[in-house]
């Protein structure tokens, strides 16, 4: 296993939408491993392969308090979303900034596995918001997004700062 690099937005990679898997192997097995280890050891409670410039419709998510319940989520879609969340989200591809963002509070997600078996998933609270930020990486999208105007240029510029102070 190893621990994958997590873009930074505004990487431009992040805006790059992601292709449905059509194949159900090991190197499938391989990056979902990679991805659990690399959220775990972030640490985070999702990650979508676009985070980490695999551009494949790929989420792995524990939102468990004991971080024991790992769900992977292949081409995954939402087929029903119900109710308004008010869950403050993070991004590990945005460090330290924490909004508010409108999502559903409970969703039914049909996706597939790393073994390319069906599933259907019901979640609600804070695994249903997590599961549709994940979403929003494969189809290009970063949470601070659907912030104003204003609030993404602050958001740059602390994260310009961040990276400046690091370097």
Known sequence: MALLNILRYPDARLHKAATPVTVF???LKRLVRDMAETMYGAP???????QVDV??????????ERRDSLVVLVNPEIVEATGISDIEE???SVPGIYELVERAERVKVRA?????NALTLEAQGLLAVCIQ????HLQGKVFVEY??????????ARL?????KSA
């Open 25 to 27: 192997d090991d190197g």
């Open 133 to 136: 930020h994940e979403m929003d």
């Open 112 to 116: 597939y596995d790393q073994n390319g």
């Open 160 to 164: 310009a700062k961040q990276l400046r």
């Open 44 to 50: 985070g409670i999702g990650l979508a392969a676009t």
């Open 147 to 156: 912030l104003s105007q204003l609030k993404q240029q602050r958001i740059r």
């Open 55 to 64: 551009h494949k419709q790929v989420i792995v998510i524990d939102a468990s």
């Open 90 to 92: 993070g991004c590990l």
